[in-house]
């Protein structure tokens, strides 16, 4: 497993931005796919957007047109722009690491939204 750990994350007015970072603790390039989740009170955890090693993205419907992931291998860490944010975007927000189907977690970074 890889030990994750996000930041970025805080409080923004509704149409703000911010951008959220997940540092692992070891070479990233060989991990089949990363991505960020996010879990909002009373709700399931969601797939917000995920990157393959090939550098292939996939997002959510919901945020699509408004949060961009992007990785770079030297620095061990991948991203998550988040533009035009909207109140429904609030939620605990993890990165996820998923290498030869074994799923590592960071601890979660706090986005909140305000209308």
């Known amino acids: 497993q890889v030990q994750l750990v996000e930041s970025g994350g805080g409080l923004v007015q509704a149409g703000g931005s911010l951008r959220l970072s997940c540092a692992a603790s070891r070479n990233i390039f060989s991990i089949n796919a990363m991505g960020w989740y996010r879990q909002a009170p009373g709700k399931q955890r969601e797939l917000v957007a995920v990157?393959?090693?090939?550098?292939?993205?996939h997002y959510a419907d919901s945020v699509k047109g408004r949060f961009t992931m992007s990785r770079d291998n030297a620095k061990n860490t991948v991203y998550l722009q988040m533009n035009s944010l909207k109140p429904e975007d609030t939620a605990v927000y993890y990165c996820?690491?998923?290498?030869?189907?074994?799923?590592?977690w960071g601890q979660g970074t706090q986005v909140t939204v305000s209308s």
């Open positions: 990157i393959t090693s090939g550098g292939g993205t």
């Open positions: 996820n690491a998923n290498e030869d189907n074994i799923n590592s």
